[in-house]
């Protein structure tokens, strides 16, 4: 029985160890060149797809925004309308800031 005991033992000491060494192992393999490179390229490619995304947004966000000033009222052009804006104070004498 002592015997069965100190094998058992000695079995999960081995299984520990060799959990432990392939860690270590792991985190070796990342640290060397091939593992750094391996994660700048992931890096760099999870920036591509971002920004990829982030332009795709971005068209769709300036089309909207372009829609909704556009299709307001009937507009000969976005240049001549900006001439022809009457002046609407938010003040009652406007003298007085002049």
Known sequence: MR???????GAGATVYALRKVS??????????????????NNLAESLRAASAELRTSMAEHEEALTEALLSGAD???TESDAWE???TPDFDDPEQYF
């Open 75 to 77: 507009r000969r052009s």
């Open 85 to 87: 804006r009457e002046f």
């Open 23 to 40: 860690k270590v192992n792991a985190v070796a393999t990342r640290l060397t060149p091939n593992g750094m490179a391996a994660a700048v």
């Open 3 to 9: 015997r069965l005991f100190w094998v058992a033992v």
